[in-house]
Nanobody
Framework: VQLQASGGGMVQAGGSLRLSCAAS????????MGWFRQAPGKEREFVAA????????FYGDSVKGRFTIPNNNAENTVYLQMNSLKPEDTAVYYC?????????????????WGRGTQVTVSS
């Protein structure tokens, strides 16, 4: 399985970016897709995810109200609309596929990980 993410870049604080990620190849189980991020010197952090069953979405506390995963994703594709970006959102963002049962908030639930795309927010 390959995950191809795009849409990262540099933006000023208060701006917006939209990430996209497409999964190719055969996934024997795919309960949903989402995003994690990791900033230099910090632990990996859950950002957002969507469940393919029912379209439920999940968000980390630090991005609630600012980031959105739309419900109109194409098959095996996930987007992340990021608004009101802050310098603390600067990180490498990783697209993930949830192939294990368990919490959407736990990285242990995700089997497939993309290479990451850099998002930099300047103040």
């Amino acid at each position: 399985v390959q995950l191809q993410a795009s849409g990262g870049g540099m933006v000023q604080a208060g701006g917006s970016l939209r990430l996209s990620c497409a999964a190719s190849g055969r996934t024997y189980s795919n309960y949903g897709m989402g995003w994690f991020r990791q900033a230099p010197g910090k632990e990996r952090e859950f950002v957002a995810a969507i469940s393919w069953t029912g379209g439920n979405t999940f968000y980390g506390d630090s991005v609630k109200g600012r980031f959105t995963i739309p419900n109109n994703n194409a098959e095996n594709t996930v987007y992340l609309q990021m608004n009101s970006l802050k310098p603390e959102d600067t990180a490498v963002y990783y697209c993930v596929v949830k192939a294990y049962l368990g919490s959407y908030y736990s990285d242990n639930s995700y089997r497939y990980w993309g290479r990451g795309t850099q998002v930099t927010v300047s103040s």
